[in-house]
């Protein structure tokens, strides 16, 4: 298949997926991932698409979030470290809230599965977290679903759900970004999604962000949180020096978590 041909089949699957992986394209072409990549380039120069760590999204991204299903493809690995990081955040017996986004979904994939979870009870505005919590038979965790419109990301949002939300009260909100803007803060395509997730910032007394460092090179539309109402950013090493300063100075606390050996997960200390 020659280049043409192959750039043709990448926009096509952006068109329908909003998303794609290089690993996925090179499987599906019978090309290497080094060919992909050089497409993915050529396109990327000319406008069609953007380029993200490991595939590229479509340019209308600004206004329109991929499907959860496309988005929990991709950057694996790094969401699994914060994930597993971010469990140390979390005490048996806890009142938290997760909200929508594959990163707050492998985070809860992980706690369900370590001790922490015990007699906790979620909050939650996401479908797939509320039915893993449900098919976990063994465990004693209890889950509230906020109800809402469900969006692309397969989360509850709206009016109603910021009502139940605004009702409640947590120890901890764990909460996934769709872009990371400095100074400004977090945000999201989808302006009611941006809503609820301010709705839960509100009723939480600790409120921790899990980005990996990919979210900096997004953008999105609406702002739902700066950087003074979070306690607690989790990303990953991948994180340049630059970046990491800034938001180190923004931040109440940033975690750097480490995909290679999540036993060495640390602090980030960048000077």
Not at 184 to 194: D, K, M, V
């Amino acid at each position: 298949m020659i280049s043409s041909q192959r750039q043709h089949v990448i926009l096509s699957r952006l068109r329908t997926r909003g998303a794609v992986r290089i690993t996925a394209l090179s499987k599906e072409l019978g090309v290497s991932s080094m060919t992909i990549r050089r497409d993915i380039a050529d396109l990327a120069d000319k406008g069609l698409l953007k380029r993200v760590h490991g595939g590229a999204v479509t340019t209308s991204t600004l206004l329109a979030e991929p499907l959860f299903s496309v988005k929990s493809q991709m950057d694996v690995g790094l969401k699994d470290a914060i994930a597993r990081r971010a469990i140390d955040y979390v005490s048996p017996g806890d009142v938290i809230a997760i909200g929508g986004g594959t990163t707050a979904y492998i985070f809860a994939q992980h706690l369900l599965e370590s001790e922490n979870s015990s007699g906790v009870t979620i909050l939650t505005n996401s479908i797939p977290v509320a039915e893993l919590v449900q098919a976990m038979e063994n465990k004693d965790a209890e889950v509230i679903v906020t109800g809402g419109v469900l969006s692309r990301s397969n989360s509850l949002v709206g009016p109603i759900a910021d009502k139940v939300i605004s009702s409640l009260r947590v120890n901890t909100l764990f909460l996934g970004t769709h872009s990371v803007s400095m100074p400004r803060g977090f945000l999201t395509p989808n302006s009611l999604e941006s809503a609820t997730d301010a709705a839960l910032i509100n009723i939480a007394d600790r409120r921790i962000v899990l980005a990996d460092h990919t979210k900096w090179d997004n953008t999105s539309l609406s702002m739902f949180a700066s950087f003074d109402d979070i306690d607690v950013l989790i990303t990953d090493d991948g994180l340049s020096r630059e970046y990491a300063n800034q938001a180190k100075d923004l931040v109440k606390e940033l975690v750097l978590s480490s995909q290679g050996d999540t036993d060495k997960e640390r602090e980030l200390n960048y000077d």
